[in-house]
């Protein structure tokens, strides 16, 4: 009659290999020492940048790829992004290449839209240099999302600038009118109705200017992207808790791979029971 085959069964066979699975165990923990020691130190930095919110005249919201952190990290061309660091600094692509990265802050679902904030990081041996390449990093990406934005103020500085200097212009006209009718002995209608024109002008070219300086506050405030902060520190991705994982990774292969060779070795209860 056939015996039932156990977790026992399979047990002394494992037991019956132990020294092989010891053996094997031992040289992973080895191995996973000498690649953790082996390995050099990455050091990363994160720093974050505000995307802006850019909005119609009607201050209504535009939605536009770099509005969420989302869909700004698809459309950002980071290859450029690299290259316009690496060219800044004055190292070799290679070295911004590949170790750049952007990406949306965590916690987000469905029911918590991603807000205007992208966290870019970059990586180098060398924390101090981490640090520079992301900072930046940060600057490159305000400086690709933000071409809207310096579009609507270079039209808000114009229309401000214009009529700061029509204003300039009617307020010189108004005094030179208001002084040469105080000087002279007998009224004059066509000064009068001058006076009065050039005044009603000024009034409506300082209502212009204090309407574009208003929304050009607004847009550098809230619709213009910008660093919300910088990196300083850098932190390593070779820390002991890390390398302690990889040892205790590279231990626990080495038990799987004993396990393994002993079962073949020895072969496994029900191959046993079968040829028996």
């Known amino acids: 009659m056939d015996r039932e085959i156990t977790i ?13 699975i010891l053996v094997t165990t031992v040289l992973g ?34 939605q536009t790829p770099f509005t969420s952190s989302q869909t700004a990290t698809g459309a950002l061309d980071l290859t450029a992004l690299a290259d316009d660091v690496a060219q800044k600094m004055g190292v070799a692509r290679s070295v911004i290449r590949g170790h750049v990265h952007v990406s949306s802050p965590p916690g987000l679902s469905t029911a918590n839209p991603a807000p205007p904030v992208l966290i870019v990081s970059g990586s180098n041996p060398r924390p101090a240099m981490a640090v520079v390449i992301t900072n930046q990093l940060a600057n490159a990406v305000v400086t690709q999302t933000g071409a809207q934005y310096m579009l609507a103020e270079n039209v808000l500085t114009a229309q401000a600038t214009q009529a700061q200097s029509q204003v300039r212009s009617l307020n010189a006209r108004v005094d030179a009118l208001q002084t040469r009718m105080a000087g002279a002995a007998a009224s004059n209608a066509g000064d009068a109705v001058a006076l009065a024109t050039d005044t009603q002008l000024l009034n409506t070219a300082q209502t212009v200017v204090a309407n574009a300086q208003l929304a050009l506050a607004k847009t550098r405030e809230a619709e213009s992207p910008r660093v919300l902060s910088q990196a300083y520190s850098a932190t390593s991705s070779n820390t002991a808790p890390k390398r302690l994982q990889s ?28 040829d028996a």
Do not use: C, E, H, K
């Open 29 to 62: 923990i080895i191995v996973g020492i000498l690649v953790s020691v082996a390995r050099p130190s990455a050091y990363t930095a994160s720093a974050r940048v505000y995307l802006g919110q850019p909005t119609s005249i009607n201050g209504v919201p535009i």
């Open 247 to 274: 040892i205790a990774l590279a231990g626990l292969v080495g038990f799987l791979l004993g396990l393994i060779a002993t079962f073949v070795w020895r072969g496994s209860p029900a191959a046993r029971a079968s």
């Open 8 to 20: 026992r069964d399979y047990l002394n066979v494992a037991w019956s290999g132990r020294w092989l």
